[in-house]
């Protein structure tokens, strides 16, 4: 069964902190993801990345930046945390798209509140 | 950019009756996959939707991507008091490795 493992299942912040939220899965995954999760919003793409070092900009990517430096690790980066920023964060991983059926697979989330 | 929106927003049902949420896409997507969130939870796969007019049965779950491919829905046959969570569709257009979520339908069963 594929795991999908957060770092933090709650965070506090204080604003203009830099946080690291990482995000480890252990199915040999290509594709990973970040999400943040807003009530009446739906899952909003921040970033993602098909391969080690790849990465390609989601809907929302201002104010964070990634990095996938090894296959089964992908963190997220707020450089200067802004209370904008309190959300829930999902790191989901998948297969290629040329897989087939290709879910994605969640982590449990990290609920992160900047004051 | 794509988007896809997703109605209603909200729907409380009494159990043993029925619930449809669909999904619309501003664009024609490659496939559509739905989500289920339990409250408290991640979301979880539900199914995926490739062809045009598929529609597929998971138990008392039916659903069925759009002639179009922009649209789909999930019908839920006579609810239960575990069907309670949030439904979401995502889908993906060709060529990208993007799933778009749509902005959820909240289900609550009234027992």
């Known amino acids: 069964d594929v795991k999908v493992t957060q770092s933090s299942r709650y965070l506090v912040k204080r604003t203009g902190e830099k946080v690291f939220l990482e995000c480890v899965q252990d199915m040999d995954h290509e594709n990973m993801f970040w999400y943040r999760q807003d009530p009446g919003l739906g899952l909003r793409l921040i970033y993602f990345?098909?391969?080690?070092?790849?990465?390609e900009k989601g809907d929302i990517p201002e104010g964070y930046s990634v990095s996938r430096e090894k296959k089964e690790r992908f963190s997220l980066i707020l450089e200067s945390a802004s209370t904008n920023q309190t959300s829930m964060y999902l790191c989901a991983s998948s297969l290629p798209m040329t897989a087939g059926n290709s879910p994605l697979h969640f982590g449990n989330g990290t609920r992160l509140t900047v004051t | 950019g794509q988007q896809v929106m997703q109605i209603p927003q909200y729907q409380h049902v009494q159990e043993g009756e029925d619930f449809t949420t669909y999904c619309n896409s501003s664009?024609?997507?490659?496939?559509i996959q739905w989500y289920k969130q339990r409250p408290g939870g991640h979301p979880v796969f539900l199914i995926q939707l490739v062809k045009s007019g598929e529609v597929k049965k998971q138990k008392r779950l039916t659903f069925q991507f759009g002639e179009a491919k922009k649209n789909s829905s999930l019908h839920i046959t006579a609810t239960q008091t575990t069907d309670v969570g949030t439904y979401f569709c995502a889908g993906v257009t060709s060529g990208t490795y993007k799933y778009i979520f749509g902005t959820g339908t909240r289900l609550k069963v009234l027992a």
């Open positions: 990345s098909y391969d080690v070092k790849m990465k």
């Open positions: 664009t024609t997507l490659s496939n």
